[in-house]
Each structure stands twice: as C-alpha cells, then as structure tokens.
C-alpha cells in the first residue's frame, strides 16, 4: 500500500478517508519603533508625532519625549511587523515634510 498524500489514509478496501491537521497558529512576531535624539527637532514636535501617530496623551508624550532627549531613544510602542513598518514611515515622511532630521526606527523584540 503506497501513500500519496500525507492527509488522506486509504483502508483496505479503496476508500480513502482524509484527516484534518491543525493549522499552525503563531502570534506574529512584535517589533519595538524607536524614536532617535538629534540636535535639531524641536521637543513639541517629537510630542505631536507621538500623540498623532501612536495616539499617546500629552503626559505619556511628554515622558517619552524626555527618554528620547536624555536616553538617546525612546520606544514609541510594540507592534506587529507591518503596523511598525507603517509607523516608521509615517514618523519619517512627517519629518521629512516638516524639515527636521528626526530618525524612526523598528527592532524586534
């Protein structure tokens, strides 16, 4: 008796019964976006993109803001992989139309 397919069983008498696998279900892997300091972009900015695009209230904004000015880098939030990309790139054009050298980032967790 050969088998062909992994997912189909054939008895003894040529009827073939198909067996279910279970999907493999992972959570998708988390990614943190990260705000980088420079010399250049004004604080409030930083608290608009911050509130605009990772929906903080001003007092969350403000900390974060405040990490990214002493730490050098702040985390802005954990996402999945392709909300982080979209993060990042919104955070990079906003900065770019508004003529600041402001840097976005992603790391995975």
């Known amino acids: ?5 992994n997912d189909d069983f054939v008895d003894g008498f040529g009827s073939t019964a198909v067996t279910e696998r279970k999907p493999d279900v992972r959570k998708p892997s988390l990614y943190k976006v990260l705000i980088h300091n420079d ?3 004004p604080m409030d900015f930083v608290v608009m993109i911050l509130e605009t695009y990772f ?4 007092a969350a904004a403000t900390e974060i803001m405040l990490a990214v000015h002493h ?3 702040g985390t802005c939030g954990v996402y999945p992989f392709e909300i982080a990309e979209t993060k990042v790139m919104q ?3 906003a900065a770019r139309e508004n ?3 402001l840097q976005c980032t992603m790391e995975k967790v």
Request: net charge negative; charged share 40%; no cysteine.
């Open 1 to 5: 008796m050969s088998q062909e397919n």
């Open 71 to 73: 730490k050098g880098v």
């Open 39 to 41: 010399d250049y972009t």
């Open 55 to 58: 929906s903080k209230d001003k």
């Open 91 to 93: 955070v990079m054009e």
């Open 99 to 101: 003529e600041h050298p």
